[in-house]
């Protein structure tokens, strides 16, 4: 077994605009991979694990989409080769290996980071699954079934619910991942995917799904907003049953409610609890 972070299979002195226009080039061609273009694919998801690159960045304007690094990541699957790879008593066999825990964060057998992704020290991973291009926040739990998909990007201090469900996205580059700011609390079996971004301090009762199209219905006020994509900062988010008409008829068709806010006068813990219990969320 090789290990895939291997200098003399990279360009560790490479800045990222070199980087970057190496994985362009190799996106158009992909038998320039044979050579240099192939370590430079590899620096990038080095990169990626050792958490100085990452595929979506915040900054004043909002979220940024590193597209090029997503075709960096879809580029290490043609470089990589399947091997056999163990982890403790468990076998693997794949084209990229699982995780080797550091010591940074905590991971709970048989939790699995897969190389290629970054969480941040003081981070926990219960029995649940972090795939390549991932992001991890320091003080966040995913809890036990729970998976963060592919480039999916979770803030600090969030909470990941038993069997919560992160979508990944590799295609079309530039496409938004999952985000799930800093401070959420994700309730079990949530499902989010298709580039959603939940913000800062949000509750995501226990069922909530949400697609690009799911429409989130904010009733809180005497008359009620639609929301598509997103997740307002610190919204408190229930399942919900919306009447659809349909050739056939008439059927209640999934949406999502946002029923309240997450006081700003109380610190975040007390927040979250009040939430909960204000609207009786279900966990």
């Known amino acids: 077994m090789r290990d895939p972070s291997a200098q003399e299979l990279r360009l560790p002195n490479a800045n990222a605009g070199e980087l970057e226009t190496a994985i362009r080039q190799a996106a158009g061609d992909r038998g320039l991979l044979a050579g240099r273009h192939g370590q430079a694919v590899r620096e990038v998801v080095h990169r990626l694990d050792q958490g100085t690159l990452r595929v979506a960045e915040k900054g004043a304007q909002g979220w940024t989409i590193h597209g090029w690094i997503q075709q960096a990541i879809n580029l290490y699957f043609a470089v990589a080769v399947s091997e056999p790879y163990r982890a403790g008593d468990v076998s693997f066999f794949d084209k990229i290996p ?13 939790g699995v980071v897969r190389y290629g992704a970054h969480v941040e020290k003081g981070a926990i991973i219960m029995p649940g699954y972090v795939n390549i291009g991932a992001r991890v926040g320091s003080g966040t739990l995913v809890d036990t079934w729970a998976t963060v998909g592919s480039c999916a990007q979770v803030g600090r201090n969030v909470h990941l619910s038993g069997g919560v469900g992160l ?4 295609e079309p580059p530039g496409a938004r991942p999952v985000i799930i700011e800093d401070g959420a609390f994700v309730g079990s079996r949530c499902v989010v995917v298709e580039g959603v971004l939940v913000e800062e301090e949000a509750v995501l009762g226990a069922g909530v799904v949400l697609t690009s ?12 907003k639609l929301i598509k994509g997103h997740v307002p ?6 399942p919900g049953m919306r009447a659809r008409k349909f050739p056939a008829g008439e059927y209640m068709t999934a949406c999502a409610l946002i029923i309240g806010t997450r006081k700003e006068s109380t610190d975040k813990k007390t927040s979250l609890n009040s939430a909960l219990r204000d609207f009786g969320v279900s966990v």
Request: hydrophobic fraction near 30%; proline fraction near 14%; charged fraction near 15%.
């Open 98 to 110: 699982p995780k080797t825990p550091s010591g940074d964060f905590r991971v709970v057998p048989p």
């Open 233 to 238: 900062a610190r919204s408190v988010v229930i």
């Open 213 to 224: 199209t799911t429409p989130i219905y904010d009733v809180t006020g005497s008359s009620e």
């Open 167 to 170: 979508g990944g996205v590799l």
